[in-house]
């Protein structure tokens, strides 16, 4: 008897349940409505979301998997569908023209709900296809370098590539990066009808089929645009035509030149004629036209006069000037000399130690020029910041700096050129982009850019050292560079590399440190540095801060005004406890920046 009351108990709550939910079609019909036309919103912006992904992985030469297009039809059947649902639903039905139609709701209210259901199940198959890449595999067999990878050949180099790629005592492969990003470029550009490559500064003659650039037999639509100084690269290159692009006439110069100099009605007819002047001896230049005429706006006559002197004075250039750049120099001497600041000068000299068309980063130049010296000693650094800061917009405004954007500059290749006639004129030599293996010993040189670590160092005058190496630094390459005030190592392998700190102990006149990539045993090293303004350490691993007061370490570091911390790795969190720090009391201005 008790088993047959159990089960009737069992059957009759089913049937309670199971009425219950059928109920809710009628009786919650506009819930279901509600719910439905959200999930269609939703729906179309996970729709809107896989069309942007398809769209970026076109231009990243990647082909879109059949799935991914599938589903982009059945989203768009769903979203008709639903209209058509929410539509009818909308257009709800009576019964004797009052009470409303409980057996259509009821109906109707069942095909909502499961339709939701339907469109939930889509926008989560979507959102796996917007961030799963492997829908969106490469395309690059698909192009016609396709035959060149099923060389046996390339298989044998494709083992060796993946050998070298394990072998840490590598520094640099060759054959894989170059040809990958020529097939993108080649796919890229085949992709469109009509396409123009613009080739900027062209010196030697390129071979497009290396890089990636489709010959006209192969695309009719692809134009190619080569700038270039040299009239022989359009010859290399079979150029088709040929446009000379003429220096300014003497009207257009002039023209200019009273723009950038604020020439006006009102200027004196002697200050006009000296303009005239100076303006003709620019040659019709606009980066030397600009530069001078900016240099000059607002000075008075005799400045004026000054200028033309050193324009048409024999001894206004130095001895061995390259071909081509002797008119340049003097106008850009003279725009220079015109810098009424030290600070303003020294910066400049400072910018062209980066490569060609580097986009230098603003904030970490500020710190460079900081640790140089070029506003004298840091007693606030935010004071020093905004002197290198006013240096900086003084350089932009005589157009021998230009912005990219709001947080870098750059410099123009022909300033540059001249920045370092001009640094070698003053005995301050500047080297960029060494990077062959070399033993240096140059006592005269001030600043130095290396793209390879050097066998050795003796530079006994080196004050700006920036190094890009894919190989561990020995501890005994600074040992004859003890005047180095700025240091920027960065480790340019895909992976941390274990950084000696030995190698930091004859650096003790080092003003900026900066570190990228770099696995730390300690941070300790520090300590010898007493007169340290700066460290910075991007993507570095380290133990913890708190070895900073362990070794009691601040308080040497009297000089200490800046830490920052960007993307580091650190066992211990020492970011909370660094501000609290009791030996801070004599770097009180120390300003801890963690980003990233």
Not at 420 to 436: M, Q, T
Request: charged residues 25%; hydrophobic residues 40%; contains cysteine.
């Amino acid at each position: 008897m008790e088993c047959l009351c159990g089960f009737a108990s069992s059957v009759a709550r089913d049937l309670v349940v199971g009425a219950i939910i059928q109920l809710r079609y009628p009786c919650c019909f506009n819930n279901f409505v509600k719910e439905l036309a959200k999930e269609e919103d939703n729906l179309i912006a996970t729709r809107h979301s896989v069309e942007d992904r398809i769209a970026h992985a076109k231009k990243q030469t990647r082909i879109t998997a059949d799935v991914v297009g599938k589903w982009i039809e059945d989203a768009n059947i769903d979203i008709y569908n639903v209209d058509q649902l929410l539509e009818k639903a909308r257009t709800e039905k009576s019964c004797f023209g009052h009470c409303p139609n409980s057996i259509w709701r009821y109906h109707l209210g069942k095909k909502l709900a499961n339709k939701k259901r339907d469109i939930e199940k889509c926008i989560e198959e979507g959102k796996e296809y917007i961030y799963n890449s492997n829908v969106f595999p490469s395309g690059l067999l698909d192009s016609p370098f396709e035959k060149c990878l099923n060389f046996e050949s390339r298989q044998r180099a494709y083992e060796q590539l993946m050998e070298a790629l394990k072998d840490d005592g590598v520094s640099m492969i060759g054959l894989y990066g170059e040809l990958e990003r020529a097939k993108r470029l080649y796919m890229r550009l085949t992709q469109e009808n009509k396409i123009l490559v613009i080739l900027d500064d062209v010196w030697e003659m390129l071979d497009f089929g290396a890089i990636g650039i489709s010959s006209t037999k192969h695309h009719m639509g692809c134009k190619v645009l080569i700038t270039t100084r040299l009239e022989a690269v359009c010859t290399l290159m079979d150029c088709q035509k040929r446009i000379h692009l003429q220096i300014l006439t003497d009207e257009e110069a002039w023209a200019l030149f009273q723009k950038q100099a604020h020439i006006s009605e009102d200027t004196s007819n002697t200050l006009k004629h000296l303009a005239r002047e100076i303006s003709n001896e620019c040659k019709g230049l606009p980066v030397d036209i600009a530069a001078v005429a900016s240099s000059l706006k607002g000075k008075s006559e005799v400045i004026w006069r000054v200028a033309f002197n050193k324009f048409t004075s024999s001894t206004s250039k130095p001895i061995n000037i390259e071909k081509g750049l002797s008119d340049p120099y003097k106008c850009l001497q003279l725009s220079y000399d015109n810098l009424d600041t030290k600070e303003a000068k020294s910066l400049f000299l400072l910018c062209a130690v980066f490569p060609e068309d580097y986009e230098i980063p603003i904030e970490e130049l500020t710190r460079y020029a900081i640790g140089l010296g070029v506003v004298g000693e840091v007693n606030s650094y935010e004071e020093a910041r905004n002197e290198v800061i006013a240096a900086k917009i003084k350089l932009v405004s005589s157009c021998l700096l230009l912005e990219a954007g709001d947080k870098y500059v750059k410099m123009h290749d022909l300033v540059r050129d001249v920045a370092h006639l001009i640094a070698k004129n003053e005995n301050n030599l500047i080297k960029c982009g060494l990077d062959n293996d070399v033993t240096l010993e140059q006592i005269s040189i001030r600043y130095l850019w290396f793209e390879k670590l050097p066998n050795d160092l003796n530079c006994s005058n080196l004050e700006f050292l920036c190094i890009y190496t894919k190989l561990e630094v020995m501890d005994e390459i600074f040992k004859r560079t003890r005047k180095l005030r700025v240091l920027i190592l960065f480790n340019a392998w895909w992976h941390m590399l274990p950084l000696s700190t030995t190698a930091f102990k004859t650096l003790t006149s080092i003003r900026c440190l900066m570190l990228r990539n770099w696995k730390l045993s300690d941070i300790s090293f520090v300590r010898h540095m007493r007169k340290l303004q700066s460290l910075s350490l991007y993507g570095c691993s380290l133990h913890s801060l708190l070895e900073l007061q362990t070794c009691d370490v601040i308080t040497q570091l009297t000089n200490w005004k800046l830490l920052v911390l960007h993307q580091c790795q650190m066992e211990k969190n020492g970011f909370v406890v660094c501000p609290k720090y009791p030996a801070t009391k004599n770097c009180a201005s120390l300003i801890v920046l963690k980003t990233g």
